[in-house]
């Protein structure tokens, strides 16, 4: 596998490589990930099951477009395949460090968000951790949430044992929690958790393993704001480009909920009650 993993990044790249060292790299859930180093280039592989293969080449797909906006660092793709039974996605290598400026990373992420885009969804299917991720195009927020993200999670549970009580009357009072907003389409990372950012060797914030599409610019922080991770700096210099809406604090739950349900779907029971709570919690808003 990696001898024809080699001789693909030379004939992308037109400069020969060969692997000298391969080490593992910890961090990831879903992949085996690798730093390989040749004569003259670091990169950085993943390697999964070859049914895999469209999953990476989506996540290339997110980190090309991500870096078309030139407002936040990610590391570019190299190239991705299947090999000896395998799938591999190779990515440029980026030294990486812990936390440096927050603020740097909510006012490019700020940004990201700003640039204004036509539709909700985007141009192909990917995926949110190992959980199948639809994206059609849409005009309508609300429904798109309701079907394509909640109502899709809620789905998967009851196939995996777990009927949520009340999650059928909350599809249906979605509008409620949007009286006054009407979001617009903005190009999101999709999986915004502390452990897929990180800062280079100059403190330039950068982010990676996206699932992105379009989507209400709140629904980046149903994550960030479930793990922590997110200093009060980070907030500070979001909202000094784009300032959150009214009723934020309540439609975040809606995000954590998307996310809660994804984990009980991947990781199973633990997340049950996590979930059922926060179903509970936003039906009593809704009255």
Request: overall charge negative; hydrophobic content about 40%; aromatic content about 12%.
């Amino acid at each position: 596998m990696w001898d024809a993993i080699a001789s693909h990044i030379s004939a992308v790249t037109g400069e020969p490589f060969e692997i000298l060292q391969k080490q593992t790299v910890s961090g990831g859930c879903i992949n085996d990930a690798y730093r390989v180093e040749g004569r003259n280039r670091i990169l950085f592989v993943k390697v999964n099951q070859a049914n895999a293969l469209d999953m990476f080449e989506a996540e290339a797909d997110g980190l090309r477009e991500l870096a078309g906006t030139k407002t936040i660092c990610v590391p570019s793709p190299v190239c991705s395949g299947t090999a000896a039974q395998q799938a591999y996605l190779v990515l440029e290598f980026i030294a990486l460090k812990g936390g440096s400026s927050q603020f740097q990373l909510g006012e490019r992420l700020a940004r990201l968000h700003a640039a204004p885009q036509s539709t909700f969804g985007w141009h192909r299917d990917n995926t949110i951790g190992a959980t199948p991720q639809p994206n059609p195009n849409c005009d309508d927020w609300v429904n798109f949430l309701r079907e394509h993200r909640l109502g899709f999670q809620f789905h998967l549970a009851k196939q995996n044992g777990m009927p949520f009580h009340g999650s059928d009357e909350l599809l249906r009072q979605l509008e409620h929690f949007f009286d006054g907003y009407r979001p617009s389409p903005s190009l999101l990372h999709g999986d915004l958790w502390s452990g897929n950012v990180a800062f280079d060797e100059d403190g330039t914030p950068v982010i990676f393993d996206p699932a992105t599409y379009y989507g209400d610019r709140e629904a980046e922080f149903g994550l960030t704001e479930m793990f922590g991770g997110f200093g009060a700096d980070f907030w500070v210099g979001y909202e000094s480009i784009l300032p959150l809406n009214d009723g934020y604090g309540t439609r975040k739950l809606l995000y954590q909920l998307y996310h809660t349900l994804n984990h009980f779907n991947l990781f199973g029971s633990g997340y049950a009650g996590s979930a059922q709570s926060l179903v509970d919690q936003l039906l009593r808003l809704a009255q």
